[in-house]
């Protein structure tokens, strides 16, 4: 089996952890990959289900060498590769001077990205008839794991820190909608600011499409160095059933901002989430990435992963014929654009670990 279709198996079908105690400990609920362990296979980290029933079925799983206390891979009964976990961050050990630990403001993703959910409250979240049926914002504060409100300052303390003990090398910011026209482009521009001021590190902002785009020259002119906007799905019928609230905003008005984006951050350095496995075919997914790729936006293409507690909890993963297929053409796609997920200065897109389309690119 090649790394191409063993990241594409694993990321669809999760993984077993037989040794319940090895490595450290995963995601469950919240905004991001949840539901899963970072994982290096092979010398790629990725981001991997384990808290999800589809991981419970999977068919592969992780054993624990009592001898070396090495990790391996195994598919059945024959052993894939060996496998590594990443290092609990040093960061997590700190807290800030009013005593909220630092990994309740940001967390470590993949190897070197630092990622927070700035407002961790969602306009749409609370009422079943707008909220996204995928989206599980409120698990991790209801569960004590992270903070409603990251103010700009403990924001910069937590990545001046994380630059400086765990060489982190680029930080995603995303945010739960508020109810206010910018979509919450203007705390992001708040946040920007003051951890620019703390460390030079590349950031990614992730919101809505604003109801003013002049607020993206206002991101980038804080130190937001790219932009996510994320689709999710396509299809009309798809977005009106999984995300009702969102669906109001209509796909075409997410192009207009695409486009008024690339023109202030550069061509490939505005990307966008679609979630395979939601209900759009292989040709609606290909065809729309083939769109955005034209206008200069990145497709980040990812296996949808239900998550604990959701009402897509049950929901099907995509299979991986279907995901590896996918792969193969948008990254057919970015090949023949010269568009690169390793050009983009920050981001989800840039780090990569919750798909393997990177290794698609060529």
């Known amino acids: 089996m090649n790394k191409q279709q063993l990241l594409t ?3 669809t079908h999760g993984l077993q952890l037989i040794e319940p105690g090895v490595g450290v400990a995963g ?7 949840s539901d899963h362990k970072a994982v290096t296979v092979d010398g790629t980290t990725v981001m991997v289900p384990i808290y999800t029933g589809a991981a419970a079925r999977s068919p592969y799983t992780l054993i ?21 976990f990443p290092q609990q961050p040093k960061f997590y050990s700190l807290q800030t001077s009013d005593g909220i630990p630092y990994w309740k403001i940001a967390l470590l993703h993949s190897q070197d990205v630092l990622a927070t959910t700035i407002l961790q409250t969602c306009m749409r979240y609370a009422d079943t008839a ?8 409120g698990e991790s504060l209801a569960a004590g794991r992270t903070i409603a409100r990251k103010t700009p300052t403990q924001l910069a303390e937590v990545a001046e820190a994380a630059v400086r003990l765990d060489g982190v090398k680029h930080m995603v910011m995303t945010t739960g909608t508020p109810n206010t026209h910018d979509r919450g482009a203007a705390y992001l521009t708040e946040c920007a600011q003051a951890i620019k001021d703390s460390v030079n ?9 604003p109801d003013d785009f002049a607020w993206f020259d206002r991101l980038q002119t804080a130190g937001v160095d790219s932009l996510g906007m994320h689709l999710e799905a396509v299809n009309p019928d798809v977005r009106a059933k999984i995300m009702p609230g969102k669906a109001i905003v209509p796909v075409e008005y997410y192009f207009e901002a695409f486009v008024a984006a690339v023109k202030v951050f550069g061509w490939g350095q505005v990307s966008t989430y679609l979630l395979a496995g939601l209900g759009d075919d292989l040709s609606t997914l290909v065809e729309t990435c083939d769109r955005l790729i034209q206008m200069g936006v990145y497709p980040f293409v990812v296996p949808f992963v239900p998550i604990s507690g959701t009402p897509l909890a049950n929901h099907p993963t995509p299979n991986s014929a279907f995901m590896f297929s996918l792969y193969q053409q948008v ?5 023949r654009s010269g568009m690169s997920s390793q050009d983009i200065k920050a981001g989800c897109a840039k780090c990569g670990a919750c798909s393997a389309l990177s290794t698609f690119e060529g």
């Open 64 to 84: 624990l060498d009592p001898t070396t206390e090495q990790a391996r891979l195994q598919l059945g009964a024959e052993t894939v590769a060996p496998i590594v």
């Open 130 to 137: 707008t909220a996204c049926q995928f989206c599980a914002i």
């Open 331 to 335: 990254g057919a796609l970015l090949q």
């Open 201 to 209: 590190l590349p950031i990614q902002a992730q919101c809505e499409p």
């Open 9 to 11: 198996d694993l990321q």
């Open 27 to 33: 995601r469950k609920g919240g905004a991001g990959p």
